[in-house]
């Protein structure tokens, strides 16, 4: 395959995958696109409750923190921490927020999903659900995430960042190139997969048995949309500190 084409190809991949649907869906018309409005739905209220609580746990800050300024503070720590163990501790800082914005919106939309009766909100056309539910929202982090490896890359290191791509010998550079492809690829449908199979496993199991038994698996379910979130948060910083310090 030419290597120039190959680019152009995966691109046509993510946009063929973007319209893989689970179900129907209600949409809106902006712009001439055709868009999922549950999802921007669910996702608006999911940056809603991030901002909201943000807002209020640190409007009135304290030197000695407690209640939610103090919770805030412990999230802020631990995103602080898993930055730096990824990216290294000089160079950490300026990608605690992309890193904090990707865990937290995973992780909140994951958990609104699992806890929140979206069901009792009826739309003309489907049904609300988590965000992460839907593919065009993880291969949108997914990218967000790759622009961010090669921004922090390219800043890095300018135009030697990309003699990577030639070693250990040009031998390897349409690996190399593949790399790159595969890697939001992984992310966005792992993210997906997994929130999908969890919800339709507990849709089914409510369906079949509807008291005490889908109990357990709905906590089961919390836990693993909390492990997702972490898993790609840990991978975007890992690509992020892997791009700044070079192929080795």
Same mark, same amino acid.
């Given at each position: 395959m030419d290597i120039v084409?190959?680019?152009?190809?995966?691109?046509? $991949? @993510?946009?063929?995958?973007?319209?893989?649907?689970?179900?129907?869906? @209600? $949409?809106?018309?902006?712009g001439g696109f055709q868009v999922h409005a549950q999802v921007l739905i669910t996702s608006w209220i999911?940056?809603?409750v991030l901002l909201g609580s943000a807002t209020l746990a640190v409007r009135d800050p304290q030197i000695i923190p407690n209640g939610a300024q103090n919770f805030v503070e412990y999230v802020l720590e631990f995103v602080r921490d898993l930055a730096r163990t990824q990216i290294g501790e000089e160079e950490y800082g300026p990608w605690v927020s992309f890193i904090g914005t990707m865990f937290l919106f995973i992780f909140v939309s994951n958990w609104a999903g699992?806890?929140?009766p979206w069901g009792i909100i009826k739309?003309?056309?489907g049904e609300l659900a988590a965000p992460t539910n839907d593919i065009n929202t993880t291969v949108a982090l997914a990218l967000l995430?790759?622009?961010? $490896?090669f921004y922090a890359g390219f800043t890095k290191r300018g135009l030697g960042y990309f003699g990577k791509y030639i070693q250990p010998t040009p031998i390897l550079l349409p690996i190399n190139i593949l790399e790159d492809f595969t890697k939001p690829l992984s992310l966005s449908f792992r993210l997906f997969g997994n929130i999908l199979a969890d919800e339709l496993v507990v849709a089914v199991l409510v369906s079949l048995v509807p008291l005490v038994v889908p109990i357990p698996v709905m906590f089961l379910g919390l836990f693993t949309s909390g492990?997702?979130?972490l898993i790609f948060a840990t991978l975007a910083a890992a690509y992020i500190g892997e791009s700044m310090e070079g192929h080795h």
């Open positions: 084409q190959f680019p152009i190809n995966m691109l046509n $991949y @993510f946009y063929d995958i973007s319209g893989v649907e689970v179900g129907q869906h @209600f $949409y809106w018309q902006i999911v940056i809603a699992a806890l929140f739309l003309p056309h995430t790759s622009v961010a $490896y492990i997702q979130a």
